[in-house]
């Protein structure tokens, strides 16, 4: 009785499986469910990866970080502090407008007034947009900056259409209209997003999937199942653990690229009571530290090797980049030495707040174990996200082990973080010619001398005061089955939809 | 029957608007600046950490936070969602049948096993059967959900194929997909379900089985079959209707971690969520709604109560 009843109901569920999905359907498995879908407020890293198939942008980069044109044809520097873009003639939005030199400025002009904008900081030098004809915009910027063209190549260079944007106020990000290769469908918050292909799309012949569907898939292990099942064609990022399963699967590829940004330790320097410690008042002491820590065994451990160790905030494949500026190898005697010249009474407490992860709990446990050998006694405090991020803006904290996504320019992943007004400078680190060398930096308009100035900010902040600890620079790994093919890994860790193909 | 109805109705109001009261302070008490959590990585200018303060009314005193909040939810408006802009009313509408389609499809499950397994366990007391229901149980009860979850999904879904290994799909859209999406997760709750209506089943049946009503009922020469359904199961019931009510109102307030797992977008996932990301005004919705069907369901336990135990009508 029981068992042809069972076996039924084996049989049933496995015809139900084997639904094929619809053959141009490309479903991506996201980290996490995107905020709002509006370019100008939106602000998380998924949200990204899903505007790279709604929203061209101005420009965009390419896998050798290169700026290149999308809905511009290309840019003239008038003057530094000039800029003029030619616009693609013939585009599109998703409702049938044609983009032209209104509809940037007003896109611009949105980012930067907006209540509430994200993206006002990152173009706040941005002072006026002249239309100069139908397909040329005159930027006006009110002092010259190096960085401004590559904020371009992100959300603030996403030109919405200007009749919807106006008509949904607000509420644009439910609904979002602008000239990317697909158009949004629909979305049911934390379960998907979908985006149909955009037959008008500018670029329509580098298009050759139907329908983009974004899944919110925070575990990792059932993300990948979902790969590994056929429910997905490709994921967003996998853990390093997760790898070698990948590796072994005929049925799956890995596509491992660098990212932009860095994992480090901020050390509360300046901010508040917490930084009155002899970690944070002798750059001898943080120096120790840092010399007690092997960045190597580290991510042997916990990485399974796959990071990449760094002294600095910028990647090796950022032309700013500074091959010369390596981690120093671990060197307890110089690690010790040090300690006895600053004269402070071993073990030396001191306390580290970690996001409440699994991964950097472990690194975290590793840091602990290695810097006891100098003197150190590390006290962990786990703590979930939101909690560590005030308790670091309020120096709530002695050290804090926190990631940068990173951003295209050097600036972006220096200036917010040493400058001593910098937004993100949690330890209040200062030093008035790290200051004036970061905003000269941030204006120098030639590659070689601009490389240069972040040589010696590199040198002041990080191994003269030692003001962070960097530790490395993560890879974006993306694992997809090996039926889709033209997936092109960019360190921004981005998918973009142009010349996805699944066979 | 109708005056005890109402006395109960009548209590709901206070007992919701003590929650909204509870959800409020509770949240002050979190650490975490939700203006913080939502720029996230641009919270590096001030400006824009100011104008989402003003935008939320974080710059409020609570006070007239919570009033204007309570004085919108009068009017029918549950607010927005901060972090995604939709309004949270929307948002329970939509997650809602998710959550209740799997908690009925976990109650069933559970009620399936859990009743006549506890049934048995007790008329078979002692004895091999009943040591290997409990030893079953015992293991559905300590048994962590996403282990379990996890287990299935590679079993099923990542080695046999059988079942998609997580997502869901509406029962209007496609019944049977929506039924292979559902039934892991199902499974997973209703086996925790199980375990303890067992448990208490047998518990029941046990102090049923020894009163004196089924000593006569016995002594009558009354067919055991008789005695063990009409007169024992009938009385034993009482609680384990209770516990079935307050276990069903537990699977409609969301499984926090099994939704997780199977990513199920239904209550829990929403509430959890909102808390990680700040998210008050869905926290908050979120939470009146949950209490809102415990209320309801402790009513609806009171009125089986009724129609199970006669004894009891006389008393409303």
Redesign the interface.
């Known amino acids: 009785m029981i068992r042809p009843f069972l076996l039924a109901a084996l049989a049933a569920l496995s015809l139900l499986a084997a639904l094929p999905a619809a053959a141009q359907n490309l479903r991506i498995g996201l980290r996490e469910d995107p905020d709002i879908l509006d370019p100008t407020l939106a602000r998380t890293f998924v949200g990204r990866i899903v505007f790279a198939s709604l929203c061209d942008k101005l420009f965009d980069i390419n896998e050798r970080l290169e700026i290149i044109p999308q809905l511009a044809t290309g840019h003239r520097w008038e003057d530094p502090r000039t800029l003029v873009i030619a616009l693609r003639d013939g585009v599109r939005f998703h409702d049938g407008d044609t983009m032209d030199a209104e509809a940037v400025k007003y896109s611009l002009e949105r980012h930067l007034n907006m209540q509430g904008s994200f993206r006002r900081s990152e173009i706040t030098v941005l002072q006026a947009v002249e239309v100069v004809d139908r397909l040329t915009v005159r930027l006006r910027l009110s002092a010259p900056s190096a960085a401004f063209l590559s904020q371009l190549t992100d959300r603030a260079g996403m030109i919405v259409s200007p009749r919807a944007a106006e008509a949904a106020g607000r509420n644009f990000g439910q609904r979002p209209v602008c000239a990317g290769p697909f158009r949004f469908a629909e979305r049911v918050a934390q379960d998907r997003i979908v985006v149909e292909r955009f037959p008008e799309y500018w670029d329509a012949a580098r298009i050759h999937v139907n329908r983009v569907t974004f899944l919110p898939i925070p575990d990792s292990t059932v993300r990948l199942a979902n790969l590994q099942s056929g429910a997905l064609e490709i994921v967003q990022s996998i853990d390093p653990d997760d790898v070698p399963a990948v590796r072994r699967n005929a049925r799956l590829r890995l596509a491992i690229g660098d990212e932009l940004g860095y994992q480090s330790i901020t050390i509360n320097i300046g901010n508040g009571p917490r930084a009155q410690t002899p970690l944070g008042q002798d750059a001898r002491v943080r120096a120790a530290f840092e010399l007690a820590i092997d960045r190597d065994a580290l991510n042997r451990v916990v990485y399974e090797g796959m990071y990449l160790p760094t002294a600095q905030p910028v990647p090796p494949g950022n032309p700013y980049h500074n091959a010369a500026f390596r981690p120093e190898p671990r060197n307890l005697e110089r690690a010790r030495a040090l300690l006895r010249e600053a004269g402070v009474a071993t073990p030396i407490r001191v306390e580290m707040t970690v996001p409440n992860n699994p991964d950097l709990r472990q690194v975290g446990e590793v840091i602990q174990a290695m810097v006891r050998e100098a003197g150190f006694d590390l006290r962990l405090t786990a703590m979930e996200f939101a909690s560590s991020l005030q308790a670091a803006v309020r120096g709530d904290f002695e050290t804090y082990l926190l990631a940068w996504s990173g951003r295209v320019d050097p600036d972006g992943n220096a200036w917010a973080f040493m400058h001593s007004r910098g937004g993100q400078n949690d330890g209040r680190y200062a030093n008035p010619e790290v200051d004036r060398l970061l905003d000269e930096a941030r204006s120098e308009l030639d590659g070689e001398r601009r490389k240069d100035l972040y040589g010696r900010i590199w040198e002041l902040a990080i191994r003269q005061d030692r003001s962070r600890i960097y530790l490395w620079h993560r890879k974006n790994i993306v694992a997809h089955t090996a039926r889709l093919q033209g997936f092109v890994p960019v360190a921004d860790g981005l998918i973009r939809p142009q010349g996805l193909r699944l066979q | 029957m109708s005056g005890f109805l109402l006395r109960r109705l009548g209590q709901v109001v206070p007992t919701l608007l003590i929650v909204s009261l509870l959800v409020f302070g509770l949240q002050q008490l979190m ?3 939700p203006a ?13 950490l100011a ?2 303060r003003a ?1 939320l009314l974080l710059d409020r005193p609570v006070w007239e936070q919570y009033g204007r909040w309570l004085w919108r939810l009068l009017h029918g408006d549950f607010g927005f ?1 901060w ?4 309004p949270v009313a929307d ?1 329970i509408l ?1 997650k809602l049948p998710v959550t209740a389609q799997l908690a009925a499809m976990s109650f069933a499950i559970g009620v399936a096993l859990g009743v006549p397994c506890g049934v048995l366990s007790a008329v078979w007391r002692d004895r091999p059967a009943d040591w290997a229901i409990n030893a079953v149980a015992l293991f559905g009860i300590s048994t962590p959900n996403f282990w379990l979850g ?1 287990l299935m ?2 079993l ?3 080695q ?9 799909v509406p029962l209007w859209e496609d019944p ?2 929506s ?2 999406t559902t ?1 892991m997760p199902a499974f997973v709750l209703g086996t925790g379900v199980a375990s303890v209506l067992m448990r208490h089943t047998r518990a029941a049946m046990l102090t049923a089985l020894s009163q004196d009503y089924v000593r006569t009922a016995r002594a009558k020469g009354v067919p055991e079959r008789v005695v063990i359904a009409k007169h024992a199961l009938r009385n034993a019931l009482i609680p384990v209707v209770t516990l079935g009510t307050i276990e069903f109102g537990r699977l409609l307030a969301g499984a926090v971690l099994t939704e ?4 199920i ?1 239904g209550f829990g ?2 509430v959890v ?1 909102a808390v ?3 998210d008050y005004p869905v926290v908050q919705g979120v939470v009146l709604a949950t209490a809102l069907i415990f209320v309801l369901l402790s009513l609806l336990a009171d009125v089986l109560y009724m129609l199970i135990n006669p004894r009891l009508r006389a008393g409303a």
């Open positions: 650490p975490g600046d913080l959590i939502l720029a996230g990585e641009e919270r590096g200018d001030p400006q824009v104008e989402i935008g969602s972090r995604i802009q939709l948002l939509e996890i999904i590679l099923f879904s990542v046999l194929g059988w079942l998609p290994p997580s997502g869901y049977w997909q039924l292979a039934i997780q797992i199977f990513t977008p996932k929403l969520d990680f990301n700040r």
